[in-house]
Protein backbone atom coordinates (compact mmCIF):
# COMPACT_ATOMS: atom_id res chain seq x y z
CA UNK A 1 0.00 0.00 0.00
CA UNK A 2 1.78 3.45 -0.81
CA UNK A 3 0.18 6.26 -0.60
CA UNK A 4 0.70 9.88 -2.34
CA UNK A 5 1.38 13.25 -1.35
CA UNK A 6 0.22 16.19 -3.02
CA UNK A 7 3.76 17.60 -2.35
CA UNK A 8 6.31 14.53 -3.30
CA UNK A 9 9.53 13.73 -1.78
CA UNK A 10 11.02 13.86 -5.38
CA UNK A 11 10.46 17.96 -5.33
CA UNK A 12 12.25 17.92 -1.79
CA UNK A 13 15.00 16.24 -3.60
CA UNK A 14 14.48 13.01 -1.96
CA UNK A 15 14.93 9.64 -3.90
CA UNK A 16 13.97 6.70 -2.15
CA UNK A 17 12.86 2.82 -3.58
CA UNK A 18 11.33 2.87 -0.33
CA UNK A 19 7.01 1.98 -0.26
CA UNK A 20 5.73 5.44 0.94
CA UNK A 21 3.32 5.35 3.67
CA UNK A 22 1.52 9.09 3.75
CA UNK A 23 -0.67 10.11 6.07
CA UNK A 24 -2.07 7.20 7.28
CA UNK A 25 -4.78 7.21 10.66
CA UNK A 26 -4.07 5.57 13.94
CA UNK A 27 -5.97 1.95 12.76
CA UNK A 28 -3.13 1.46 10.27
CA UNK A 29 0.12 2.49 12.05
CA UNK A 30 -0.69 0.43 14.80
CA UNK A 31 -1.03 -2.51 12.48
CA UNK A 32 1.96 -1.68 10.95
CA UNK A 33 3.96 -0.73 14.16
CA UNK A 34 2.69 -4.37 15.11
CA UNK A 35 3.75 -6.34 12.11
CA UNK A 36 6.90 -4.48 12.07
CA UNK A 37 7.82 -5.73 15.22
CA UNK A 38 7.95 -2.23 16.62
CA UNK A 39 5.42 -2.80 19.81
CA UNK A 40 2.69 -5.26 21.29
CA UNK A 41 -1.03 -4.12 21.85
CA UNK A 42 -2.50 -3.86 25.83
CA UNK A 43 -5.26 -5.43 26.72
CA UNK A 44 -7.69 -2.46 27.04
CA UNK A 45 -6.09 -0.89 23.47
CA UNK A 46 -2.83 1.65 23.64
CA UNK A 47 0.16 0.51 21.86
CA UNK A 48 2.81 0.02 24.34
CA UNK A 49 6.50 0.53 22.89
CA UNK A 50 9.58 1.21 24.64
CA UNK A 51 12.61 3.82 23.38
CA UNK A 52 15.94 1.84 23.74
CA UNK A 53 18.46 3.03 25.91
CA UNK A 54 17.35 6.81 24.96
CA UNK A 55 14.80 7.65 27.34
CA UNK A 56 14.73 11.21 27.67
CA UNK A 57 15.67 14.01 25.19
CA UNK A 58 19.09 13.86 24.14
CA UNK A 59 20.09 17.76 25.07
CA UNK A 60 23.65 17.69 24.62
CA UNK A 61 23.63 16.31 21.05
CA UNK A 62 21.07 19.04 19.84
CA UNK A 63 22.81 21.79 17.55
CA UNK A 64 22.16 24.61 15.42
CA UNK A 65 23.57 25.33 12.10
CA UNK A 66 25.50 28.91 12.93
CA UNK A 67 25.00 30.67 9.62
CA UNK A 68 23.36 34.02 8.24
CA UNK A 69 19.96 33.89 9.25
CA UNK A 70 20.88 32.60 12.51
CA UNK A 71 23.92 34.46 13.40
CA UNK A 72 22.89 37.31 15.33
CA UNK A 73 19.21 35.79 15.71
CA UNK A 74 19.68 32.79 18.41
CA UNK A 75 20.83 33.08 21.69
CA UNK A 76 24.27 30.64 21.20
CA UNK A 77 25.61 29.04 24.55
CA UNK A 78 24.91 26.12 26.53
CA UNK A 79 21.46 25.31 25.20
CA UNK A 80 22.32 26.52 21.70
CA UNK A 81 25.24 24.93 20.33
CA UNK A 82 26.34 25.75 16.92
CA UNK A 83 26.80 23.29 14.24
CA UNK A 84 28.71 24.31 10.99
CA UNK A 85 26.94 24.41 7.70
CA UNK A 86 29.79 22.34 6.17
CA UNK A 87 29.05 19.64 8.64
CA UNK A 88 25.72 19.79 8.36
CA UNK A 89 25.54 19.32 4.49
CA UNK A 90 27.58 15.91 5.60
CA UNK A 91 25.05 15.07 7.39
CA UNK A 92 22.50 15.92 5.31
CA UNK A 93 24.15 14.10 2.40
CA UNK A 94 24.22 10.92 4.43
CA UNK A 95 20.94 11.04 5.66
CA UNK A 96 19.30 11.03 2.41
CA UNK A 97 21.52 8.25 1.29
CA UNK A 98 19.90 6.12 4.50
CA UNK A 99 16.78 7.29 3.11
CA UNK A 100 17.51 5.75 -0.41
CA UNK A 101 18.14 2.45 1.38
CA UNK A 102 15.16 1.98 3.46
CA UNK A 103 12.62 -0.75 2.14
CA UNK A 104 9.56 1.55 4.36
CA UNK A 105 9.08 5.35 4.94
CA UNK A 106 5.89 6.73 7.12
CA UNK A 107 5.50 10.48 5.76
CA UNK A 108 3.01 12.65 7.95
CA UNK A 109 2.02 16.29 6.87
CA UNK A 110 0.63 18.13 9.92
CA UNK A 111 -0.08 21.35 11.47
CA UNK A 112 2.06 23.05 14.27
CA UNK A 113 -0.19 25.39 15.82
CA UNK A 114 -4.03 25.68 15.80
CA UNK A 115 -4.94 29.27 14.83
CA UNK A 116 -4.36 29.62 10.94
CA UNK A 117 -2.40 32.47 10.14
CA UNK A 118 0.31 31.76 13.42
CA UNK A 119 0.83 27.84 12.37
CA UNK A 120 3.39 26.11 10.73
CA UNK A 121 3.01 23.62 7.84
CA UNK A 122 5.64 20.53 8.67
CA UNK A 123 6.07 17.60 7.35
CA UNK A 124 7.58 14.57 9.30
CA UNK A 125 9.25 11.59 7.69
CA UNK A 126 10.03 8.15 9.88
CA UNK A 127 11.27 5.30 9.68
CA UNK A 128 9.17 3.85 12.20
CA UNK A 129 5.23 3.64 11.94
CA UNK A 130 4.60 4.26 16.18
CA UNK A 131 6.98 7.30 15.73
CA UNK A 132 4.48 8.16 13.08
CA UNK A 133 1.71 7.85 14.83
CA UNK A 134 2.92 9.51 17.99
CA UNK A 135 3.95 12.60 15.94
CA UNK A 136 0.19 12.53 14.23
CA UNK A 137 -1.44 12.31 17.44
CA UNK A 138 0.68 15.36 19.12
CA UNK A 139 0.73 17.42 16.45
CA UNK A 140 -2.79 19.60 14.82
CA UNK A 141 -4.10 16.97 11.62
CA UNK A 142 -5.40 18.58 8.77
CA UNK A 143 -8.19 17.85 6.93
CA UNK A 144 -8.60 16.20 3.93
CA UNK A 145 -8.92 19.10 1.84
CA UNK A 146 -5.95 20.99 3.87
CA UNK A 147 -4.01 17.95 2.53
CA UNK A 148 -4.88 17.99 -0.86
CA UNK A 149 -2.86 21.15 -1.06
CA UNK A 150 -0.23 20.15 1.49
CA UNK A 151 2.82 22.32 1.13
CA UNK A 152 5.71 21.65 3.72
CA UNK A 153 7.59 24.99 5.07
CA UNK A 154 9.24 22.66 7.44
CA UNK A 155 10.74 19.24 7.56
CA UNK A 156 11.72 16.98 9.90
CA UNK A 157 13.73 13.34 8.94
CA UNK A 158 13.94 11.18 12.03
CA UNK A 159 15.81 7.93 11.22
CA UNK A 160 16.29 5.97 15.15
CA UNK A 161 19.12 3.95 13.16
CA UNK A 162 21.12 6.53 11.86
CA UNK A 163 24.61 6.52 13.64
CA UNK A 164 26.59 9.65 13.44
CA UNK A 165 30.16 10.25 13.27
CA UNK A 166 31.13 12.78 15.76
CA UNK A 167 34.68 13.90 12.98
CA UNK A 168 32.33 13.98 9.51
CA UNK A 169 29.13 15.53 11.10
CA UNK A 170 31.03 18.09 13.77
CA UNK A 171 28.27 16.08 16.68
CA UNK A 172 28.96 14.53 19.89
CA UNK A 173 28.04 10.93 19.63
CA UNK A 174 25.97 8.63 17.58
CA UNK A 175 23.19 10.65 17.93
CA UNK A 176 22.63 13.78 16.67
CA UNK A 177 19.69 16.64 16.88
CA UNK A 178 20.50 19.33 13.88
CA UNK A 179 18.08 21.89 13.25
CA UNK A 180 18.62 24.16 10.06
CA UNK A 181 16.82 27.23 10.27
CA UNK A 182 18.08 28.62 6.76
CA UNK A 183 17.20 25.02 4.54
CA UNK A 184 14.13 24.37 7.53
CA UNK A 185 15.02 20.85 7.75
CA UNK A 186 15.80 19.16 11.18
CA UNK A 187 17.37 15.99 11.18
CA UNK A 188 17.20 13.59 13.99
CA UNK A 189 19.52 9.86 14.45
CA UNK A 190 20.47 7.70 16.47
CA UNK A 191 17.48 7.66 19.33
CA UNK A 192 14.15 6.29 19.28
CA UNK A 193 12.87 8.93 21.65
CA UNK A 194 10.06 10.14 20.27
CA UNK A 195 9.78 13.87 21.89
CA UNK A 196 12.67 14.88 20.09
CA UNK A 197 10.30 15.54 17.35
CA UNK A 198 7.52 17.22 19.03
CA UNK A 199 10.13 19.28 20.56
CA UNK A 200 11.87 19.93 17.72
CA UNK A 201 8.06 21.64 16.29
CA UNK A 202 7.93 23.54 19.45
CA UNK A 203 11.42 25.04 18.61
CA UNK A 204 10.59 26.03 15.13
CA UNK A 205 7.85 28.09 16.46
CA UNK A 206 9.38 29.60 19.71
CA UNK A 207 11.90 30.96 17.00
CA UNK A 208 9.09 32.42 14.16
CA UNK A 209 6.37 33.49 16.69
CA UNK A 210 8.50 36.43 18.73
CA UNK A 211 9.00 38.09 15.26
CA UNK A 212 5.43 38.24 14.92
CA UNK A 213 4.91 39.17 18.25
CA UNK A 214 3.22 35.93 19.50
CA UNK A 215 4.62 34.89 22.54
CA UNK A 216 5.07 31.28 22.56
CA UNK A 217 4.56 29.38 25.73
CA UNK A 218 5.59 26.22 27.79
CA UNK A 219 2.39 26.15 29.41
CA UNK A 220 -0.19 24.55 29.81
CA UNK A 221 -3.88 26.28 29.21
CA UNK A 222 -7.44 26.12 30.45
CA UNK A 223 -10.98 27.46 30.36
CA UNK A 224 -12.79 28.59 33.31
CA UNK A 225 -16.73 28.55 33.78
CA UNK A 226 -16.51 32.27 33.52
CA UNK A 227 -15.20 31.97 30.01
CA UNK A 228 -11.47 32.93 31.28
CA UNK A 229 -8.24 31.41 30.43
CA UNK A 230 -5.35 30.44 32.65
CA UNK A 231 -2.26 29.19 31.49
CA UNK A 232 0.32 27.59 33.49
CA UNK A 233 4.00 27.73 33.10
CA UNK A 234 6.33 24.92 34.96
CA UNK A 235 8.97 22.37 33.91
CA UNK A 236 8.37 18.78 34.31
CA UNK A 237 7.03 17.09 37.08
CA UNK A 238 5.65 20.28 38.62
CA UNK A 239 1.99 19.56 37.42
CA UNK A 240 1.47 21.60 34.26
CA UNK A 241 -0.31 18.74 33.02
CA UNK A 242 -2.00 17.49 36.12
CA UNK A 243 -3.73 20.70 37.03
CA UNK A 244 -4.53 21.55 33.67
CA UNK A 245 -6.82 18.38 33.62
CA UNK A 246 -9.43 19.55 35.53
CA UNK A 247 -13.06 18.21 34.93
CA UNK A 248 -14.48 22.00 35.60
CA UNK A 249 -12.50 23.50 33.11
CA UNK A 250 -11.98 22.96 29.22
CA UNK A 251 -8.85 22.11 28.30
CA UNK A 252 -6.89 23.66 25.82
CA UNK A 253 -3.81 21.71 26.16
CA UNK A 254 -1.06 20.43 28.11
CA UNK A 255 2.32 21.78 27.08
CA UNK A 256 2.94 24.08 24.06
CA UNK A 257 1.18 27.26 23.14
CA UNK A 258 0.99 30.79 21.65
CA UNK A 259 -0.60 34.02 22.87
CA UNK A 260 -1.72 36.05 19.82
CA UNK A 261 -3.76 39.76 19.89
CA UNK A 262 -6.51 37.25 19.90
CA UNK A 263 -6.34 33.71 21.53
CA UNK A 264 -4.17 31.74 23.10
CA UNK A 265 -3.62 28.54 20.97
CA UNK A 266 -2.68 24.81 21.20
CA UNK A 267 0.24 24.46 19.44
CA UNK A 268 -0.76 20.61 19.33
CA UNK A 269 -3.26 18.07 18.74
CA UNK A 270 -2.76 16.07 21.65
CA UNK A 271 -1.12 15.58 24.88
CA UNK A 272 1.94 13.60 26.29
CA UNK A 273 1.13 13.00 29.78
CA UNK A 274 3.68 11.67 32.59
CA UNK A 275 2.42 8.23 33.36
CA UNK A 276 4.99 6.51 36.28
CA UNK A 277 2.87 5.78 39.64
CA UNK A 278 -1.16 7.48 37.49
CA UNK A 279 -3.67 7.38 39.79
CA UNK A 280 -6.90 6.76 39.07
CA UNK A 281 -8.52 8.52 41.86
CA UNK A 282 -6.31 11.43 41.66
CA UNK A 283 -6.04 12.06 37.79
CA UNK A 284 -9.05 10.48 36.55
CA UNK A 285 -9.29 12.03 32.97
CA UNK A 286 -5.52 11.20 32.19
CA UNK A 287 -5.40 7.45 33.39
CA UNK A 288 -8.63 6.59 31.49
CA UNK A 289 -6.31 7.42 28.54
CA UNK A 290 -4.22 4.45 29.34
CA UNK A 291 -7.17 2.20 29.00
CA UNK A 292 -7.90 3.66 25.10
CA UNK A 293 -6.84 2.37 21.60
CA UNK A 294 -4.80 5.18 19.60
CA UNK A 295 -3.25 6.15 22.87
CA UNK A 296 0.69 5.42 22.53
CA UNK A 297 3.05 3.95 25.75
CA UNK A 298 6.31 4.74 25.85
CA UNK A 299 8.38 2.45 28.18
CA UNK A 300 5.39 1.66 30.45
CA UNK A 301 5.77 -2.05 31.71
CA UNK A 302 3.10 -4.98 30.13
CA UNK A 303 2.90 -8.30 30.99
CA UNK A 304 3.95 -9.60 27.38
CA UNK A 305 1.35 -13.10 28.28
CA UNK A 306 -1.11 -11.19 29.80
CA UNK A 307 -0.75 -7.87 28.28
CA UNK A 308 -1.76 -5.88 31.64
CA UNK A 309 -0.19 -2.51 32.10
CA UNK A 310 2.07 -1.98 35.33
CA UNK A 311 1.96 1.74 35.51
CA UNK A 312 4.00 1.55 38.84
CA UNK A 313 7.25 -0.08 37.41
CA UNK A 314 9.84 2.01 36.67
CA UNK A 315 12.13 -0.57 35.72
CA UNK A 316 12.47 0.78 32.45
CA UNK A 317 12.49 4.60 32.82
CA UNK A 318 11.10 7.15 35.38
CA UNK A 319 10.04 8.92 32.70
CA UNK A 320 6.92 7.05 31.59
CA UNK A 321 4.78 8.53 28.87
CA UNK A 322 1.52 8.35 26.91
CA UNK A 323 0.36 10.43 23.71
CA UNK A 324 -2.93 10.51 23.43
CA UNK A 325 -5.48 12.54 21.13
CA UNK A 326 -6.50 16.07 23.19
CA UNK A 327 -10.33 14.95 22.64
CA UNK A 328 -9.57 11.85 24.76
CA UNK A 329 -9.77 14.36 27.66
CA UNK A 330 -13.76 14.64 27.89
CA UNK A 331 -13.75 18.78 28.09
CA UNK A 332 -11.15 19.58 25.46
CA UNK A 333 -12.11 22.47 23.38
CA UNK A 334 -12.52 21.77 20.10
CA UNK A 335 -10.81 24.61 18.33
CA UNK A 336 -8.02 24.09 19.84
CA UNK A 337 -7.90 27.90 21.26
CA UNK A 338 -9.64 30.57 24.01
CA UNK A 339 -9.73 33.61 25.09
CA UNK A 340 -6.02 35.81 26.32
CA UNK A 341 -5.20 34.67 29.65
CA UNK A 342 -6.75 35.96 32.68
CA UNK A 343 -4.48 34.65 34.60
CA UNK A 344 -0.99 33.53 34.56
CA UNK A 345 0.50 30.90 36.34
CA UNK A 346 3.44 29.89 37.29
CA UNK A 347 4.50 26.63 38.99
CA UNK A 348 7.53 25.31 40.54
CA UNK A 349 8.26 22.17 42.91
CA UNK A 350 10.37 23.46 45.43
CA UNK A 351 12.54 20.80 46.96
CA UNK A 352 13.97 23.07 49.54
CA UNK A 353 10.42 23.58 51.44
CA UNK A 354 10.99 27.34 51.40
CA UNK A 355 8.19 28.55 48.78
CA UNK A 356 4.67 28.94 50.09
CA UNK A 357 2.15 27.06 48.20
CA UNK A 358 0.80 30.52 46.42
CA UNK A 359 2.10 33.38 45.81
CA UNK A 360 0.27 36.80 44.01
CA UNK A 361 3.56 38.17 41.59
CA UNK A 362 3.51 42.11 40.12
CA UNK A 363 4.04 42.25 36.15
CA UNK A 364 7.65 42.39 37.30
CA UNK A 365 8.07 39.91 39.45
CA UNK A 366 6.71 37.97 36.52
CA UNK A 367 9.30 38.75 34.59
CA UNK A 368 11.79 38.03 37.14
CA UNK A 369 10.38 34.52 37.70
CA UNK A 370 9.63 33.36 34.73
CA UNK A 371 13.34 34.27 33.00
CA UNK A 372 14.32 32.62 36.75
CA UNK A 373 12.06 29.09 35.54
CA UNK A 374 12.86 27.62 38.87
CA UNK A 375 11.98 24.09 40.09
CA UNK A 376 14.39 21.24 42.38
CA UNK A 377 15.34 17.91 41.49
CA UNK A 378 15.30 15.70 44.12
CA UNK A 379 17.39 13.14 46.02
CA UNK A 380 16.87 9.54 44.43
CA UNK A 381 15.49 10.91 40.92
CA UNK A 382 19.46 11.10 39.90
CA UNK A 383 22.74 8.82 40.42
CA UNK A 384 24.40 11.67 43.07
CA UNK A 385 21.74 13.54 44.09
CA UNK A 386 21.26 13.66 47.48
CA UNK A 387 19.92 16.95 48.63
CA UNK A 388 17.49 19.11 47.03
CA UNK A 389 19.21 20.59 43.77
CA UNK A 390 17.88 24.28 42.22
CA UNK A 391 17.42 23.78 38.43
CA UNK A 392 17.02 27.37 36.54
CA UNK A 393 15.14 26.83 32.98
CA UNK A 394 14.52 30.32 31.42
CA UNK A 395 11.20 30.37 30.25
CA UNK A 396 10.44 26.94 31.89
CA UNK A 397 11.65 25.92 28.52
CA UNK A 398 15.24 26.66 27.86
CA UNK A 399 15.75 23.62 25.76
CA UNK A 400 13.42 24.89 23.45
CA UNK A 401 14.30 28.10 22.85
CA UNK A 402 16.68 29.33 20.14
CA UNK A 403 16.63 33.60 20.66
CA UNK A 404 17.53 35.06 24.04
CA UNK A 405 14.85 34.67 26.72
CA UNK A 406 14.99 38.50 27.10
CA UNK A 407 12.90 38.17 23.76
CA UNK A 408 10.46 36.12 25.27
CA UNK A 409 10.69 38.00 28.87
CA UNK A 410 9.54 41.28 27.12
CA UNK A 411 6.86 39.46 25.22
CA UNK A 412 5.29 38.43 28.39
CA UNK A 413 5.38 41.68 30.54
CA UNK A 414 4.08 43.60 27.78
CA UNK A 415 1.05 41.26 27.38
CA UNK A 416 0.84 40.75 31.29
CA UNK A 417 0.75 44.97 31.09
CA UNK A 418 -1.41 45.04 27.96
CA UNK A 419 -3.95 42.56 29.36
CA UNK A 420 -4.16 43.71 33.13
CA UNK A 421 -3.71 39.64 33.71
CA UNK A 422 -3.27 38.41 37.36
CA UNK A 423 -0.03 36.08 37.91
CA UNK A 424 0.39 33.76 40.44
CA UNK A 425 3.48 31.47 41.55
CA UNK A 426 2.45 27.79 42.83
CA UNK A 427 4.54 25.60 44.83
CA UNK A 428 3.63 21.83 44.06
CA UNK A 429 6.81 20.83 46.21
CA UNK A 430 7.17 20.34 49.74
CA UNK A 431 6.05 22.04 52.98
CA UNK A 432 6.98 21.52 56.70
CA UNK A 433 10.59 20.72 56.00
CA UNK A 434 12.98 20.20 53.05
CA UNK A 435 12.98 17.23 50.60
CA UNK A 436 13.62 14.21 53.11
CA UNK A 437 11.95 15.85 56.19
CA UNK A 438 8.60 17.51 54.96
CA UNK A 439 5.88 16.32 53.00
CA UNK A 440 4.63 17.17 49.56
CA UNK A 441 1.64 19.94 49.17
CA UNK A 442 -1.54 18.19 49.44
CA UNK A 443 -2.71 18.47 45.90
CA UNK A 444 -6.11 19.12 47.28
CA UNK A 445 -4.56 22.17 49.19
CA UNK A 446 -3.02 23.40 45.55
CA UNK A 447 -6.08 23.02 43.56
CA UNK A 448 -8.47 24.74 46.47
CA UNK A 449 -5.97 27.85 46.06
CA UNK A 450 -5.83 27.74 42.35
CA UNK A 451 -9.31 28.02 42.33
CA UNK A 452 -9.70 30.20 44.47
CA UNK A 453 -6.99 32.29 42.14
CA UNK A 454 -8.76 32.03 39.29
CA UNK A 455 -12.51 32.36 40.29
CA UNK A 456 -10.83 35.53 41.79
CA UNK A 457 -12.10 35.44 45.42
CA UNK A 458 -8.65 35.15 46.01
CA UNK A 459 -8.30 38.98 45.31
CA UNK A 460 -10.44 39.12 48.38
CA UNK A 461 -8.45 38.04 51.36
CA UNK A 462 -5.82 39.41 53.46
CA UNK A 463 -2.18 39.21 51.94
CA UNK A 464 1.39 39.57 53.59
CA UNK A 465 5.02 40.57 52.87
CA UNK A 466 7.22 37.48 51.67
CA UNK A 467 10.16 38.43 53.78
CA UNK A 468 12.33 36.52 51.82
CA UNK A 469 11.10 36.91 48.21
CA UNK A 470 8.65 40.33 48.40
CA UNK A 471 5.59 38.68 46.80
CA UNK A 472 2.39 38.78 48.47
CA UNK A 473 0.99 35.89 50.38
CA UNK A 474 -2.61 34.82 51.53
CA UNK A 475 -2.73 34.84 55.29
CA UNK A 476 -6.05 32.94 55.00
CA UNK A 477 -7.99 30.87 52.36
CA UNK A 478 -11.50 29.37 53.03
CA UNK A 479 -11.25 25.84 52.94
CA UNK A 480 -7.42 25.87 53.19
CA UNK A 481 -5.49 24.94 56.58
CA UNK A 482 -3.87 28.03 56.72
CA UNK A 483 -0.89 26.85 58.62
CA UNK A 484 0.50 26.00 54.97
CA UNK A 485 0.54 29.25 53.82
CA UNK A 486 3.51 30.41 55.85
CA UNK A 487 6.38 27.74 55.13
CA UNK A 488 8.58 29.25 58.02
CA UNK A 489 5.51 27.88 60.47
CA UNK A 490 5.58 24.46 59.44
CA UNK A 491 9.14 23.80 60.04
CA UNK A 492 9.94 22.30 63.34
CA UNK A 493 13.60 24.25 63.21
CA UNK A 494 13.08 27.74 62.49
CA UNK A 495 16.90 28.70 62.01
CA UNK A 496 16.66 25.55 59.88
CA UNK A 497 14.21 27.30 57.59
CA UNK A 498 16.20 30.50 57.54
CA UNK A 499 19.60 29.09 56.59
CA UNK A 500 17.16 27.21 53.75
CA UNK A 501 15.46 29.88 52.82
CA UNK A 502 18.80 32.53 52.11
CA UNK A 503 20.63 29.37 50.31
CA UNK A 504 17.42 29.71 47.74
CA UNK A 505 17.62 33.02 47.54
CA UNK A 506 21.38 33.46 47.25
CA UNK A 507 20.99 30.52 43.80
CA UNK A 508 18.14 32.67 42.55
CA UNK A 509 20.19 36.12 42.28
CA UNK A 510 23.37 34.03 41.16
CA UNK A 511 21.34 32.81 38.23
CA UNK A 512 20.08 36.14 37.55
CA UNK A 513 22.80 37.68 36.96
CA UNK A 514 23.05 36.40 33.20
CA UNK A 515 19.95 38.46 32.51
CA UNK A 516 20.37 41.93 34.55
CA UNK A 517 22.04 43.83 31.64
CA UNK A 518 19.04 42.71 29.46
CA UNK A 519 16.23 43.93 31.62
CA UNK A 520 14.55 46.88 33.00
CA UNK A 521 15.51 48.36 36.77
CA UNK A 522 12.35 47.15 37.67
CA UNK A 523 13.22 43.86 36.95
CA UNK A 524 15.99 43.53 38.64
CA UNK A 525 14.32 45.30 42.09
CA UNK A 526 11.89 42.36 41.82
CA UNK A 527 14.59 39.99 42.90
CA UNK A 528 14.46 38.19 46.13
CA UNK A 529 16.86 39.91 48.82
CA UNK A 530 19.81 38.23 49.97
CA UNK A 531 20.26 38.61 53.56
Known amino acids: ?3 SLSFSLDRQGISTGASIFANLGSAPLVEHAIQNGEGLLAVSGPLVVETGRHTGR ?34 KEDFFKALADKSKLYVADL ?31 PTASELSSFEPEYTIIDLPSFQAD ?25 TKYAGEIKKSVFGILNYLLPAKGVMPMHCSANIGPDGKTAVFFGLSGTGKTTLSA ?16 TAVFNFEG ?3 AKMIRLSEEAEPEIYATTRRFGTVLENVVIDPETRLLDLDDSSLAENTRGAYPIDFIP ?26 PIARLTPDQAMYHFLSGYTAKVAGTEIGVIEPEATFSTCFGAPFMPRHPSVYGNLLKERIAKGGVSCWLVNTGWTGGKYGVGNRMPIKATRALLNAALDGSLNNVEFRKDPNFGFDVPVAVPGVDSSILDPRSTWADKEEFDRTAQKLVQLFVDNFAQ ?7 SVRQAAPQAA
Open 246 to 261: DASRTLIGDDEHGWSD
Open 331 to 356: NASEENLGPVPANVIMLTADAFGVLP
Open 270 to 272: GCY
Open 58 to 91: SAKDKFTVKDAETENTVWWGNTNVPMTPEHFAAL
Open 1 to 3: MTA
Open 166 to 190: PERHGCRSETVIAVNLTEKLILIGG
Open 111 to 141: FGGSQPEHRVNVRIINELAWHNLFIRTLLVR
Open 515 to 521: FEAHVDE
